[in-house]
């Protein structure tokens, strides 16, 4: 192994403190002509994974990842957790690259014209995925105190769909232990959260130790399991040298049995309102996550199913009667017709558009270059103005509450 190798291999190490060290000691290989130092562009990613939530990279490895990509920036986008936002931005410093923090959840639209809609959740009707954006960094602890409660709900929740997931392998030998087998998996003793992936990542970890790789995998799935697999997808498992197996595999148990062993989230949903109330209070960007029918799923992990686009008029009235300050999309993910008409109607009802790669697996590129559209130019500029506003924020805190004559005002941007 090389130096370089070394040191890559220690970003995802335990130690926060040796991950920001080994970034520190490759940036000087860089600066001493050791490691050809990247090319860097005018790419934006707002919304990268990390092991706080579901993510091959720790926070120090995201942003390496991010900076040899040569994005100009990158944005921290984890589940119901901001405990790694220390160390991206502390990782952005060292590498020189602008970084955004923020935190995804999903939310119960009870009481909205929307709570009896499938929305933008493949699993569950009036369950609605949001971020917020752009927190300034005094409130990074306001946010993490938020969502404990609601992370421990959910462990209660995946517990139970550990116990279903079992009674789907029990036939084969197959036994998930939460404690023993989810748990180690995450990093929700640091704070981070547990989610369905790491679920169903502990269960491929145990379908690999019982049938190996290859065909025995690919017959488990299709006889026992009864799951229909893409022509993609079967020849990912085929190979048995696939570097990125149990991404592979996992990205499949995704796609077709999370709707076997589901169990309805509730307790762990904060109320939209509560959520938007949270962003207005710390002066942080709530945002609309739209996904659009889903034809062809770009992250390999979703099926064919249809979500907002039939009823898109009462979404986006309802979104603006709720506040929301803006709509999130990904160009990769939808079509041009989608998305010229998202577009058009964040126009009219003046959402804020942010964007950005949901990247949580090794398979995927942190650059999304359908963003390179000239016709995306504005979620570039979109950006700058939102690590702007977050960096103003973060530099005067009275300016990050929004308090005009003793009133929680919209934030500017």
Same mark, same amino acid.
């Given at each position: ?51 706080? @939530? +579901?993510?091959?990279? *720790?926070? #120090? ?11 100009? /920036? =990158? ?112 990093? @929700? +003793?640091?704070?981070? *959260?547990? #989610? ?11 379908? /690999? =130790? ?113 506040? +929301? ?89």
């Amino acid at each position: 192994m090389t130096k370089k190798e070394f040191l890559i291999d220690r970003l995802n190490n335990k130690d926060v403190l040796v991950r920001l060290d080994s970034l520190r000691e490759l940036m000087k290989m860089i600066e001493n002509g050791e490691i050809e130092r990247p090319v860097s562009g005018e790419d934006v990613n707002n919304h990268i994974h990390t092991t706080y @939530s +579901f993510s091959p990279y *720790s926070p #120090t490895k995201a942003v390496w990842m991010a900076y040899n990509a040569g994005l100009k /920036t =990158a944005g921290i986008m984890d589940h119901d957790s901001l405990s790694g936002a220390r160390e991206f931005i502390e990782a952005g410093k060292i590498v020189g690259i602008l970084t955004t923090i923020g935190t995804e959840c999903r939310a119960s639209m009870a009481g909205t014209a929307l709570e009896d809609k499938r929305i933008n959740n493949p699993d569950q009707k009036g369950i609605a995925y949001m971020a917020l954006h752009g927190i300034p960094h005094q409130n990074i602890d306001v946010v993490i105190d938020f969502f404990k409660p609601y992370s421990e709900a959910r462990n209660r929740r995946n517990r139970k769909m550990v116990e279903n997931i079992n009674l789907l392998t029990a036939g084969v030998g197959i036994c998930l232990d939460f404690d023993r087998d989810v748990l180690p998996l995450s990093n @929700s +003793f640091l704070g981070g *959260s547990v #989610t369905e992936r790491h679920l169903l990542y502990a269960l491929s970890k145990k379908i /690999t =130790a019982r049938f190996g790789r290859g065909s025995d995998v690919v017959s488990f799935l299709e006889n026992d399991l009864k799951m229909p697999l893409s022509a993609k997808v079967k020849n990912y498992l085929l190979d048995e040298e696939n570097d990125f197996y149990e991404y592979d595999l996992l990205g499949a148990l995704k796609s077709n049995m999370v709707e076997k062993f589901y169990v309805d989230a509730d307790e762990e949903c904060p109320p939209v309102k509560d959520i938007i109330a949270l962003g207005r209070k710390i002066g942080a960007i709530s945002a609309y996550a739209y996904l659009g029918d889903v034809g062809d799923s770009v992250t390999g992990d979703k099926k064919a199913q249809k979500f907002e686009d039939d009823y898109i008029d009462l979404l986006f009235d309802t979104i603006k009667e709720l506040r +929301f300050n803006a709509v999130t999309y990904m160009p990769s993910r939808n079509t041009m017709e989608q998305l010229r008409r998202v577009r058009s109607m964040c126009d009219s009802y003046g959402f804020f558009q942010i964007s950005g790669e949901d990247i949580n697996s090794p398979r995927q590129k942190f650059i999304c270059e359908a963003q390179r559209n000239p016709e995306f130019a504005n979620l570039h500029d979109a950006t700058l103005r939102l690590i702007r506003h977050e960096n103003e924020s973060t530099e005067d805190i009275t300016k990050a509450m929004f308090y005009v004559d003793g009133e929680t005002t919209e934030p500017e941007l």
